[in-house]
């Protein structure tokens, strides 16, 4: 072995989005994928994107009860 491990690291913004270092490939549940070559991709963690997996920041928008 020739040195540690790199660990990715990933950061969860409490109701806001996982910030990833990219570029990413992300799998979906139906086998489809999707790519962003940014340095940092913001993954959709509340389910409210309109362009998910990744952020459209729709996570900001409260719902009135």
């Given amino acids: 072995m020739s040195g540690p491990e790199e660990r990715t690291q990933i950061r969860v913004i409490r109701g806001g989005p996982m910030m990833v270092p990219g ?21 959709c963690a509340c389910g409210r994107s309109r362009n998910y997996p990744l952020c459209d920041t729709s996570h900001r928008r409260r719902r009135r009860e």
Avoid at 23 to 43: N, Y
């Fill in 23 to 43: 570029p990413v490939d992300i799998e979906l549940p139906d086998g489809s994928h999707v790519q962003s070559d940014r340095f940092m991709v913001a993954v």
